[in-house]
């Protein structure tokens, strides 16, 4: 089973961000960060620096191994040798508090209601009940498959 997966893009402010997903969870890199708020290179990165103490591997930020440099390189992403810092979607709100700018906000909803609360169920598709009195004047085989 792959540990990542990235697929898709999505439009955060009139950029297309890709979609990575690490062992099942959405996670974004302190660049897409940046870019999404329109913010300089190493901001994002600085603001995990001093609040570090309050983020929690595997559950705030997780370590991408080197080992997957190449399948990242082809969403421009680089990974070095020691690894690459990805938040989660906890990691990421962390991250924003520290932002004040106006752009954040609408930038911090646009990310959590559509690149990391994606709908998760599915389609969901209407499903014919029959009543128990139409159950009742079923063969008893058909009515089995219907209840089970």
Request: aromatic share 10%.
């Amino acid at each position: 089973m792959r540990r990542w997966q990235m697929s898709n893009f999505v439009a955060i402010q009139n950029t297309a961000m890709p979609v990575v997903e690490y062992q099942g969870k959405r996670v974004v890199t302190f660049a897409m960060i940046d870019k999404a708020h329109g913010h300089p290179k190493g901001t994002a990165k600085r603001a995990f620096s001093y609040h570090r103490k309050h983020f929690v591997l595997g559950e705030d930020y997780v370590l991408l191994p080197a080992s997957l440099k190449n399948e990242f390189r082809t969403l421009g992403i680089s990974v070095p040798n020691r690894g690459l810092t990805a938040l989660t979607e906890s990691g990421y709100l962390l991250i924003v508090k520290s932002f004040t700018d106006a752009l954040s906000w609408d930038v911090q909803k646009q990310l959590v209601n559509t690149y990391f609360r994606r709908n998760t169920l599915g389609e969901l598709r209407h499903v014919e009940i029959p009543s128990l009195e139409e159950l009742s004047q079923m063969p008893a085989e058909k009515a089995q498959h219907i209840v089970a």
